[in-house]
């Protein structure tokens, strides 16, 4: 057989979940184990958000398969808190109300459901309070945890998936949050959560357990009982312990003795809890105090994509605004790169020494401080990120929508404002030649070289999810084209087989842009004289390589730039679309 080294050989399939059958109705459902014993991993399939490829088995709700639209119909809330954070509680509860509420529902019918549900999980004292970043303080981790579960209670859910919905709180919090699970659980709905060791306080809550190890399943069935059963098995629970922890020992013990899990297995299958489980599995008839009350035909999973697109724009434009490490952030960057490059290069003379290196000097910084200077929004884009996974994965807005209002009210208001800020301060200040119609084209390039900074960010925050991989991706990127721009090398003495990368290099283009433009009509004089300039602008080009005879020399590189940011806008759009929103 032929050999291959170790990194090249496929990874092992490893299977995490093994023949589980259980029942869940309406009350509170706790699935329980040690880290990686697959809690998370049946909450998912259960939740219909795993990757259908390697599953086997059937999921029935109401005694039939659930529609292809049940992720839809149900709440489900991740372990990481995503929301927005720029908004308030109320307002961030209005946008899912607005978005995706069926479109026969009145604005008035939207206001009072948001009203209701921060009635419910006590939230009226922080409303009106922003969930906060890490410059804006806003409430507190279970205000933020309850709202969470608020943005998916706007769809009256009658069931409800939370994944470790207690972690990261403290013991007071946690069971505030977990009370609150209670009581909507008592209204109808039937709440299934994994949890790691809560207390006991909380665990009186629960009204049945699935304990889980190595992904084989060795209870289910009424947590009021368990410790009877352990006791029958040989595990006796002291007096004053949690029997939360007792559990959670017991399956770490059989997780260590192979002996003791097969023992613990085996009862299991051979108990009254497993063997009404099969028997209902058998049944499949329709238990009514297990229905979803939905007309399933009736289920609307999208508004108008015009009424998404106004109510994603109007949450982006909020952000936008308030989050200081958007349009603040870049503002003040803009300003004090604007000043600095102003400053070093300052009034600069038309002479031959040193006026003209000045000029392509200043030329050069001026592109490489612009497209660089959008590294600042690549950390948003990568929070945004996982904001966009979860929401378009519970069906809140079709990707499109999400996309082009990023662009609109985000990205392009943005490189607008920063563009003619650095623009006003620079050109002023270096003594670029005074004409209204290159002032014109260097804004415009300005503003391209930007775009295309924010573009291949994009592109980047779409694909990685991790910042410093991100960050360095797009530094190398950046470094490659900035080395292919003409201006550090000359591109003919370059190898041949690299010379190719002066056509994908977006430093080139705008650097030419802005040298043709500042030089195709300027006189370069004696440093002692103003009298005698020997030195053209176009003959400056000739010598540094341009070729500049008509205005379509300059506007072709225009198109290459144009070309590759929407090029990469477009793969930016057809990226979030291909990202995995199942695990």
Request: positive net charge; contains cysteine; charged residues 20%.
């Amino acid at each position: 057989p032929a050999m291959f080294p170790s990194f090249l050989k496929p990874k092992p399939a490893k299977q995490i979940l093994h023949g589980l059958s259980g029942i869940f109705r309406t009350g509170m459902h706790a699935i329980m184990g040690s880290t990686g014993c697959g809690k998370s991993s049946l909450l998912d399939v259960l939740a219909h958000r795993k990757d259908h490829r390697g599953l086997s088995g059937h999921i029935f709700v109401d005694g039939s398969p659930p529609p292809s639209s049940f992720k839809y119909m149900v709440g489900y809330v991740v372990q990481d808190d995503i929301i927005f954070e720029t908004l308030t509680v109320r307002e961030n509860l209005m946008f899912s109300a607005n978005i995706r509420l069926p479109r026969n529902v009145s604005h008035v019918e939207r206001a009072e459901r948001v009203a209701q549900i921060i009635f419910d999980l006590g939230l009226e004292s922080c409303a009106d309070t922003l969930i906060g970043t890490d410059f804006i303080r806003g409430v507190s981790g279970g205000e933020r945890r309850r709202a969470c579960i608020g943005m998916e209670l706007v769809l009256a859910p009658k069931i409800f998936f939370l994944d470790e919905p207690t972690t990261g709180l403290d013991a007071a919090t946690a069971r505030k949050v977990m009370k609150c699970l209670s009581n909507l659980a008592k209204q109808g709905r039937t709440i299934i959560f994994s949890i790691h060791q809560p207390r006991y306080s909380i665990f009186k809550l629960f009204d049945t357990i699935t304990l889980l190890s190595e992904g084989e399943m060795l209870y289910h069935g009424s947590a009021k009982n368990v410790l009877d059963y352990f006791s029958q098995q040989g595990y006796s629970c002291e007096p004053h312990d949690n029997p939360a922890d007792f559990v959670i020992d017991v399956l770490i013990d059989a997780k260590e003795n192979s002996v003791k899990m097969e023992k613990l297995k085996l009862a299991y299958e051979s108990s009254s809890m497993n063997e009404y489980v099969i028997n209902r599995r058998k049944q499949q008839f329709i238990d009514e105090s297990f229905q979803i009350r939905t007309d399933r035909k009736s289920v609307k999973l999208k508004q108008f994509i015009w009424k998404e697109f106004y109510y994603v724009c109007l949450r982006t434009l909020k952000n936008t605004f308030r989050n200081p490490s958007l349009i603040l952030s870049q503002i003040v960057v803009s300003i004090i790169l604007g000043l600095l490059v102003g400053l070093v290069f300052f009034d600069l003379k038309k002479t031959t020494d040193p006026g003209v290196q000045n000029r392509l000097g200043v030329i050069f910084v001026i592109v490489v401080t612009q497209i660089f200077s959008t590294l600042t929004a690549l950390e948003p884009l990568i929070k945004e990120r996982a904001l966009f996974i979860h929401e378009n994965a519970s069906g809140y807005y079709r990707t499109i929508t999400f996309f082009c209002a990023k662009f609109l009210c985000d990205i392009l208001l943005i490189r607008v404002i920063v563009s003619i800020i650095f623009s006003l301060i620079v050109y002023f200040m270096t003594g670029l030649e005074r004409d209204i119609g290159k002032f014109g084209v260097f804004l415009i390039t300005i503003f391209m070289a930007s775009l295309f900074g924010s573009s291949m960010c994009l592109l980047v925050a779409a694909t990685v999810r991790l910042f410093s991989v991100a960050l360095i991706i797009v530094i190398l990127i950046f470094l490659i084209m900035m080395l292919f721009s003409g201006f550090l090398i000359a591109l003919k003495s370059v190898f041949s087989w690299l010379s190719w990368l002066q056509w994908v290099s977006a430093f080139r283009y705008a650097t030419n842009i802005l040298t043709m433009s500042e030089f195709r009509n300027i006189d370069f004089c004696l440093a002692n004289s103003t009298n005698i300039c020997p030195l053209p602008g176009p003959q400056v080009l000739i010598n540094i390589g341009l070729d500049y005879r008509t205005n379509w020399d300059l506007w072709k590189n225009f198109l290459g730039l144009s070309i590759m940011t929407v090029g990469l806008f477009l793969l930016a759009y057809i990226q979030f679309r291909r990202i995995k929103k199942t695990k």
